[in-house]
Every structure is written in C-alpha cells, then in structure tokens.
Antibody
Framework: QVQLQESGPGLVKPSETLSLTCTVS?????????WGWIRQPPGKGLEWIGS???????YYNPSLKSPVTISVDTSKNQFSLKLNSVTAADTAVYYC????????WGQGTLVTVSS | QSVLTQPRSVSGSPGQSVTISCTGT?????????VSWYQHHPGKAPKLMIY???RRPSGVPDRFSGSKSGNTASLTISGLRAEDEAEYSC??????????FGGGTELTVL
C-alpha cells in the first residue's frame, strides 16, 4: 500500500516561495508512475498543479499564475513543489498524489498565504 | 471557476440511486476516455472511485458506476448508504499531459 505524506510550512508571506515535500513510502518513485500535486482552495474545487514522471519529466498546469517547479529526490524517495511569488489566491490545502489515475493521495496540508 | 461543471449538491434517501454529472468540452471529456471520480470526506485524503470513465479500483463497491456521453460524464451511486455522504469530484485529461477537475458535488444522504 503506497503512502504519501506532505510536509512544509503552513504559512507563507505574499510574494515569497511556497515549498512543500511529499515523502513516499512502500513504493520506489523510480519504479514508475507519475507523481503529482493537486490543491483545493477554501470553498473551491480541486486544481491540478503539475506532475513529474519517474524519469524527471515535468508537466505543469498552464493556467497557474504563479511559476511552478516540481522536482524529485530519488535518494530520499521524495518529490517537491515550489510555487514562486505567491498571493492570497494560492491559499489552499495541498495534496500530493500518485497517478494518473490519482489512486493514492496524501492527507493534505493547509498552506495559508498571508503577511 | 473550475474547467469541468458539476452540480453543487445532490441528495437522496438511503437505498435510492443518485447520479452526479460532470460536463466538459470536446477538448476534455469528449476527446478522451480518461475520466476519474474521487470521493472526499472532510479532513481525509480523496479516494479514487472510478477511472477510465467506468473502471472500478479493487475495493470500491459495485454500487458505484461511471459512464460518459459526449462531453458529459456521470457517476451513479445505487443503494445509497449513509457513509456515501461526501464530496465527489470529477477529473478529465485535457491533452498535453494536463488534467482538469470539476468544482465538486456535495452528496447528502437524507
């Protein structure tokens, strides 16, 4: 059973960088599959942010206003999200997930953008 | 505003059937058979219920079924149970390695 766990600061100031890490257990990231980030702003629907393939190829949501980078650290079996120049609109619960299909998810972590 | 359109809420009594729609376009749902549905209880990780329009992951009851017609996908839950009360979100492939979600539908079991 694959397990994913998000970690990172719960509060980020406007214009700064939001950084989150997803630690994957019971499955090696290098063995295949896509690994993605999805968020849910308060009162709104889910939004796909981007995904990284086990080879390191990355794909991002072209609709996002803030620049995004997703990277993988195979030595730690983790993948990470960086969202630059955040605004209040980036306040959301952030999930990491395996897939498509997104068959395993982390519990989610709330990130608030506020000064 | 989400790319895929879902009703904000639906409701049904125990034992009844409900259907949740998810409307996209000819560039999303209409173009690909990569539609998935997720059940989301507050404070918990979303759970995959249906993928590839109508396939069920192991462990998901056969009370849950999915279908697609044109640009609209549907999730039907038959034999409603109290534990089905949750938010349900649809997701579709949008081409070029992009994925789009619906706004979510709150299911209330009366």
């Amino acid at each position: 059973q694959v397990q994913l766990q998000e970690s990172g600061p719960g509060l980020v100031k406007p214009s700064e960088t939001l950084s989150l890490t997803c630690t994957v257990s019971d499955h090696s990231i290098t063995s295949g599959y896509y690994w993605g980030w999805i968020r849910q702003p308060p009162g709104k629907g889910l939004e796909w942010i981007g995904s990284i393939y086990h080879t390191g190829a990355t794909y991002y949501n072209p609709s996002l206003k803030s620049p995004v980078t997703i990277s993988v650290d195979t030595s730690k079996n983790q993948f990470s999200l960086k969202l630059n120049s955040v605004t209040a609109a980036d306040t959301a619960v952030y999930y990491c997930a395996k897939g498509y299909p997104f068959d395993y998810w982390g519990q989610g972590t709330l990130v608030t953008v506020s000064s | 505003q989400s790319v895929l359109t879902q009703p904000r809420s639906v409701s049904g009594s125990p034992g009844q059937s409900v259907t949740i729609s998810c409307t996209g376009t000819s560039s999303t749902i209409g173009a690909y058979n990569y539609v998935s549905w997720y059940q989301h209880h507050p404070g918990k990780a979303p759970k995959l219920m249906i993928y590839d329009v109508s396939r069920r992951p192991s462990g998901v009851p056969d009370r849950f079924s999915g279908s697609k017609s044109g640009n609209t996908a549907s999730l039907t839950i038959s034999g409603l149970r109290a534990e089905d009360e949750a938010e349900y979100s649809c997701c579709s492939y949008a081409g070029s390695h992009n994925w789009v979600f619906g706004g979510g539908t709150e299911l209330t079991v009366l």
